[in-house]
């Protein structure tokens, strides 16, 4: 899932590839929503720009996308999922989150983050809810961002659900 941009708010399912059939997979589904820095990832993003800041860095090791079945609404004051399912999952690799584009050029104000919960991760009828947060402990947790899932997205045992995730920095 990409969760930026309400006119892409749309789950599209990808065309089966000859592997897909022969191994039976389920082809890979693309979705884009809108999603909301929240209070605290304001004031965590002002902490971050602190000479020492106070608040644990969303960096590879410290930042985990959650998801969860209870979406009520998109606001600031988000704390985590409503009603969250499985753990959070860690960013993949060791390089992300990103800068989309280069320093000065295009893009260089989106951070993007990547988070894949593999088969056996999940078992959730109904995913319409995501937070951003920099902690797998939900109640020590600071939540970055949030965002609802649009039309909401089921995941079984044998599924593999990849979120991609950016966040568009505009000065506002």
């Known amino acids: 899932m990409i969760l930026e941009d309400p006119r892409y708010s749309k789950v599209k399912e990808a065309k089966q590839t000859f592997l897909d059939k022969v191994l039976g997979r389920t082809p890979l589904m693309a979705g884009v929503n809108c999603n909301i820095v929240t209070d605290e990832g304001d004031a ?11 608040k644990q860095k969303f960096d590879n090791a410290n930042a985990f996308i959650e998801v969860g079945t209870g979406f ?7 704390l985590s999922c409503t009603t969250p399912t499985g753990s959070p999952e860690e960013m993949d690799g060791t390089t992300y989150p990103i800068i989309k ?4 050029g295009a ?3 989106v ?3 990547r ?5 056996g991760d999940l078992d959730a009828t109904g995913i319409d809810e ?3 947060l920099n902690n797998i402990t939900v109640g020590s947790a600071e939540c970055l961002a949030y965002a609802q899932i649009t039309p909401t997205v089921d ?5 593999t659900l990849q979120m991609n995730w950016e966040l568009t920095y505009t000065g506002a």
């Open 130 to 132: 995501s937070a951003l």
């Open 44 to 54: 965590l993003i002002a902490d971050l720009m602190c000479e020492a800041p106070a």
């Open 107 to 109: 893009n260089d104000n």
């Open 111 to 113: 951070t993007q983050y």
């Open 101 to 104: 584009g280069a320093f000065g």
């Open 155 to 159: 995941v079984s045992t044998v599924d």
């Open 72 to 78: 009520v609404s998109e606001v600031k004051t988000a």
């Open 115 to 119: 988070a894949t919960f593999e088969a």
